[in-house]
């Protein structure tokens, strides 16, 4: 870890210090702003003491980032432009980064102090969609392409859909708990089931679903929102120390062998394919030998950066074998075939199985530039977990008593959180990130309009206002902070 300094200015690895510093310190407020969320119901409900809900939250965390994986975490990083991702220099990239983390750690805490369940993910992603439109407005790049829609779309409706299905499914999730156990004690509150039963905790059996669902919930929220922390932490190193990490330099012979072969096969399935893709492609033009590093991806370049990464890699078996500047110009030829595949996957004039080859396809070509060190992994995994286990009580009692007019039973508790674990988990799935704030939130108002406790409409107004400002609010303030920062510093 610590020789990614070694070499570097002082200016610049105290920069890179400092962005570091602020990707895990998101990260740690993350852990007591969002994982709230998910040990609210077991603490509220008494099924877990308070410190052991949240010190094995902190452990379910930790082990969601570490066994994650880095979908996500690109999903992120994709949403700014590849043409961006090409041209950024250090000052450019710093100016980004410190942009983005300020605007998510001051929406974060100051939610948090007002103890409002808002959104982590929709902060950072906001914030990444004013920093693209931003620098879209400071360059010749058009508006509309300063920021990856195609992506954003899809992130925007993951955000949209998972809180309505959270909502409807526990709510019916309820439903079927009420209509299969009408008689049970699962359907008492804390305060009913001390005052009529004399008892602390829920029965055995809900007290069980209610620990292992909350933890499941932090595995979740680990594997989703801990890999946008690495996402971060990637573009920090990419953007800032780039000869070290533009391609993962722990990759094996087969793995540079398989993006080698992937380029031959992306060859061969545009020609076969050039009835419907040659004009798009430009497949009738000879491509140059080693066209040179360009500014932006150009589909009409596409077959000469293919011809550039087979003869980059020819007979390579490590990247170290690689001069850095040759390592740079790979990564930019494998950005923007993939980027091209994107679009020629989208464009509607293939036959289904061409588009799931072509995908199979892309996948291999990402396979040494979307990575992370397991030091990244290890490190946000362990900020994540350790804010998990602090600052945690603001947001417990906004979720177990003031969503609903009354409090929460263990019934409702374990509808939300089980259909949280679901959603979130569909979501790793697809590579998507959702809010755990939003899912889990929108599951317990929904088991309260089920339960016809009624819903606190204060509370629910308040929150809706967060949810609803986050995305402009954060869009606007690192967009500012950007534009500030790169006229301060003459970019």
């Given at each position: 870890?610590?020789?990614?300094?070694?070499?570097?200015?002082?200016?610049?690895?105290?920069?890179?210090?400092?962005?570091?510093?602020?990707?895990?310190?998101?990260?740690?407020?993350?852990?007591?702003?969002?994982?709230?969320?998910?040990?609210?119901?077991?603490?509220?409900?008494?099924?877990?003491?308070?410190?052991?809900?949240?010190?094995?939250?902190?452990?379910?965390?930790?082990?969601?980032?570490?066994?994650?994986?880095?979908?996500?975490?690109?999903?992120?990083?994709?949403?700014?432009?590849?043409?961006?991702?090409?041209?950024?220099?250090?000052?450019r990239?710093?100016?980004?980064?410190?942009?983005?983390?300020?605007?998510?750690?001051?929406?974060?805490?100051?939610?948090?102090?007002?103890?409002?369940?808002?959104?982590?993910?929709?902060?950072?992603?906001?914030?990444?969609?004013?920093v693209?439109?931003?620098?879209?407005?400071?360059?010749?790049?058009?508006?509309?392409?300063?920021?990856?829609?195609?992506?954003?779309?899809?992130?925007?409706?993951?955000?949209?859909?998972?809180?309505?299905?959270?909502?409807a499914?526990?709510?019916?999730?309820?439903?079927?708990?009420k209509?299969?156990?009408?008689?049970?004690k699962?359907?008492?509150?804390?305060?009913?089931?001390?005052?009529?039963?004399?008892?602390?905790?829920?029965?055995?059996?809900?007290?069980?679903?209610?620990?292992?669902?909350a933890?499941?919930?932090?595995?979740?929220?680990?594997?989703?929102?801990?890999?946008?922390?690495?996402?971060?932490?990637?573009?920090?190193?990419?953007?800032?120390?780039?000869?070290?990490?533009?391609?993962?330099?722990a990759?094996?012979?087969?793995?540079?062998?398989?993006?080698?072969?992937?380029?031959?096969?992306?060859?061969?399935?545009?020609?076969?394919?050039?009835?419907?893709?040659?004009?798009?492609?430009?497949l009738?033009?000879?491509?140059?030998?080693?066209?040179?590093?360009?500014?932006?991806?150009?589909?009409?370049d596409?077959?000469?950066?293919?011809?550039?990464?087979?003869?980059?890699?020819?007979?390579?078996?490590?990247?170290?074998?690689?001069?850095?500047?040759?390592?740079?110009?790979?990564?930019?030829?494998?950005?923007?075939?993939?980027?091209?595949?994107?679009?020629?996957?989208?464009?509607?004039?293939?036959?289904?199985?061409?588009?799931?080859?072509?995908?199979?396809?892309?996948?291999?070509?990402?396979?040494?530039?979307?990575?992370?060190?397991?030091?990244?992994?290890?490190?946000?995994?362990?900020?994540?977990?350790?804010?998990?286990?602090?600052?945690?009580?603001?947001?417990?009692?906004?979720?177990?008593?003031?969503?609903?007019?009354?409090?929460?039973?263990?019934?409702?508790?374990?509808?939300?959180?089980?259909?949280?674990?679901?959603?979130?988990?569909?979501?790793?799935?697809?590579?998507?990130?959702?809010?755990?704030?939003?899912?889990?939130?929108?599951?317990?108002?929904?088991?309260?309009?089920?339960?016809r406790?009624?819903?606190?409409?204060?509370?629910?107004?308040?929150?809706?206002?967060?949810?609803?400002?986050t995305?402009?609010?954060?869009?606007?303030?690192?967009?500012?902070?950007?534009?500030?920062?790169?006229?301060?510093l003459?970019?």
């Amino acid at each position: 870890m610590f020789d990614l300094f070694s070499g570097l200015p002082l200016t610049v690895g105290f920069s890179l210090a400092l962005a570091l510093a602020l990707v895990l310190i998101f990260e740690f407020i993350n852990g007591f702003h969002d994982t709230a969320n998910a040990v609210a119901t077991v603490i509220y409900t008494k099924a877990m003491p308070p410190h052991l809900a949240v010190f094995f939250s902190g452990i379910c965390n930790f082990l969601g980032v570490l066994l994650g994986g880095v979908g996500v975490a690109y999903a992120i990083v994709h949403l700014l432009p590849v043409d961006l991702l090409l041209n950024l220099d250090s000052g450019r990239s710093q100016a980004m980064v410190y942009s983005m983390l300020v605007t998510a750690i001051a929406w974060n805490l100051g939610t948090w102090y007002f103890g409002i369940p808002a959104s982590s993910s929709h902060t950072l992603i906001g914030a990444i969609l004013g920093v693209g439109l931003a620098n879209a407005l400071l360059t010749d790049i058009p508006v509309g392409a300063g920021v990856n829609w195609g992506k954003a779309l899809d992130i925007g409706l993951s955000l949209i859909i998972s809180p309505l299905a959270g909502f409807a499914v526990a709510a019916l999730l309820l439903l079927g708990f009420k209509k299969l156990f009408a008689d049970s004690k699962m359907h008492k509150t804390p305060e009913q089931r001390r005052a009529i039963d004399n008892k602390k905790h829920p029965p055995f059996w809900n007290r069980l679903v209610l620990v292992l669902s909350a933890m499941s919930v932090s595995f979740v929220h680990g594997s989703n929102d801990g890999q946008k922390g690495i996402g971060l932490i990637m573009l920090v190193l990419i953007g800032i120390v780039p000869a070290k990490f533009v391609l993962d330099p722990a990759s094996t012979p087969y793995q540079i062998q398989r993006t080698y072969a992937a380029a031959g096969h992306l060859n061969d399935f545009y020609l076969r394919h050039a009835n419907v893709l040659g004009d798009y492609l430009a497949l009738q033009t000879p491509p140059s030998a080693e066209p040179s590093q360009k500014a932006r991806c150009s589909p009409q370049d596409t077959m000469s950066s293919i011809q550039a990464v087979r003869h980059s890699l020819d007979g390579v078996r490590t990247y170290k074998e690689l001069p850095p500047e040759a390592r740079g110009r790979v990564r930019s030829h494998l950005l923007c075939l993939d980027d091209t595949a994107r679009k020629v996957a989208n464009m509607g004039v293939l036959p289904a199985d061409a588009v799931t080859d072509l995908r199979r396809l892309r996948a291999d070509l990402s396979a040494t530039t979307e990575y992370a060190p397991l030091w990244v992994i290890a490190a946000v995994a362990l900020a994540l977990g350790i804010g998990t286990m602090v600052g945690w009580r603001r947001v417990v009692l906004t979720v177990g008593e003031k969503i609903g007019k009354q409090g929460m039973t263990y019934a409702q508790g374990m509808a939300a959180q089980i259909t949280a674990v679901g959603a979130i988990g569909i979501a790793n799935a697809f590579s998507l990130p959702v809010s755990t704030t939003q899912v889990l939130s929108s599951g317990v108002a929904g088991t309260m309009v089920a339960n016809r406790s009624g819903l606190h409409n204060g509370t629910v107004r308040t929150i809706l206002l967060a949810w609803l400002l986050t995305f402009p609010a954060s869009m606007l303030l690192s967009a500012g902070l950007f534009a500030v920062t790169v006229l301060t510093l003459g970019g």
